[in-house]
């Protein structure tokens, strides 16, 4: 079963512009992952948010957490044509057995 | 390249039969994960083992088994294959060196199985 939902599951927009998308959860986490897949191809990890931790930046993404609110967003700055993929937050429970659980996705476009 | 590799990367196969998919995780990875994606499902997670021994279960068919060899490759046996049972599957791993779990998974390029 599926622990989260994202938002929107598609998104397409104009090279430059950011991209937002969301993700909600239902039970307690350790993290939360978020990972881009090109079509049909493998998961590329973008980044890791532990549990104690309310905001991280990698290159142009910005991942926020807030555990009260059982969610998160990654945004991507000044997108490029190369972002097009599809982007799966990932929760890691509190079991400690290190399995996630996967969003539906989103499925973004950027446009040249 | 995420260090995890799959093969074959493609299979086709009838349904009634039985095939092995193979995983060699990033060298000194001592955890293993399968996962399956299928449009209707998405990404589910399967079976972990870490160090030869399973871990964790998830939503593994009794068709389905597992298994992590000591040299720490892994193979996930799908067998009396339905119709169904058509998807990407993938392996990750993670170091795993302790019990402490927060571990990046790596993930491989994913077998395409189909059933026809």
């Known amino acids: 079963s599926q622990q989260g939902e994202e938002d929107p599951q598609a998104l397409s927009i104009q090279e430059g512009e950011n991209a937002t998308m969301n993700c909600s959860y239902k039970?307690?986490?350790?993290?939360l992952q978020w990972y881009r897949q090109n079509s049909g191809r493998g998961l590329v990890h973008l980044i890791l948010?532990?549990?104690?931790?309310r905001e991280k930046h990698s290159g142009r993404l910005r991942v926020t957490l807030d555990t009260s609110k059982k969610s998160s967003s990654l945004l991507i700055t000044a997108s490029r044509a190369a972002d097009t993929a599809s982007y799966f937050c990932?929760?890691?429970?509190?079991?400690?057995?290190?399995?996630?659980?996967f969003g539906q996705g989103t499925t973004l476009q950027v446009k040249p | 390249d995420s260090g995890v590799t799959q093969t074959p990367k493609h299979l086709i196969t009838a349904t009634g039969q039985r095939v092995t998919l193979r995983c060699s995780p990033r060298?000194?990875?001592?955890?293993v994960y399968w996962y399956q994606q299928s449009l209707d499902q998405g990404l589910q997670f399967l079976i972990q083992?870490?160090?030869?021994?399973?871990?964790a279960k998830g939503n593994i068919l009794e068709r389905f088994s597992a298994q992590q060899f000591p040299d720490l490759h892994s193979e996930l046996n799908l067998s009396s294959l339905e119709l169904g049972d058509s998807a990407l599957y993938f392996c990750?791993?993670?170091?795993?060196?302790?019990?402490?779990?927060?571990?990046?998974?790596?993930f491989g390029p994913g077998t395409r199985l189909t059933v026809l």
């Open positions: 990750a791993s993670t170091a795993g060196r302790t019990m402490s779990f927060a571990d990046t998974q790596y």
């Open positions: 039970t307690s986490i350790n993290n």
């Open positions: 948010i532990r549990s104690n931790e």
């Open positions: 990932a929760t890691e429970g509190s079991s400690n057995t290190g399995k996630l659980i």
């Open positions: 060298s000194g990875d001592l955890s």
């Open positions: 083992y870490y160090n030869g021994e399973e871990r």
